[in-house]
């Protein structure tokens, strides 16, 4: 079993930026692929971006890919969403997630392990 906690959410203004975390505990997190996702009011949940258990490879979806940047510090069980020239449609609630497998996937039928999610409220 993994916990995720997320943290970092918050009110910014259009083209600012904010860094969301995410601590793991549990079994262990270093083998683990880990990505970040997102619900918009009124809308499903998408993938945002994911990592693979070394940090080596990352993937974005297209409408952040240049913008966000993910990254893990697997000494501190921790996970990060870097998020810069944010927009008003980056307005959600962002969710950590853990997958039992190494490699990063979009697919968020993949991932086994889910945070409680930590709001972004981008303002134009």
């Known amino acids: 079993q993994v916990q995720l906690v997320e943290s970092g959410g918050g009110l910014v203004q259009a083209g600012g930026s904010l860094r969301l975390s995410c601590l793991a505990s549990g079994r262990t997190f270093s083998t683990n692929a880990m990505g970040w996702f997102r619900r918009a009011p009124g809308k499903e949940r998408e993938s945002v971006a994911a990592?693979?258990?070394?940090?080596?490879?990352?993937i974005y979806a297209d409408s952040v890919q240049g913008r966000f940047t993910i990254s893990r510090d697997n000494a501190k069980n921790t996970v990060y969403l870097q998020m810069n020239s944010l927009k008003p449609e980056d307005t959600a609630v962002y969710y950590c997630a853990a997958r039992q497998y190494s490699y990063g996937t979009l697919n968020q039928h993949e991932f086994n392990y889910w945070g409680q999610g930590t709001q972004v409220t981008v303002s134009s």
């Open positions: 990592i693979s258990w070394s940090g080596g490879s990352t």
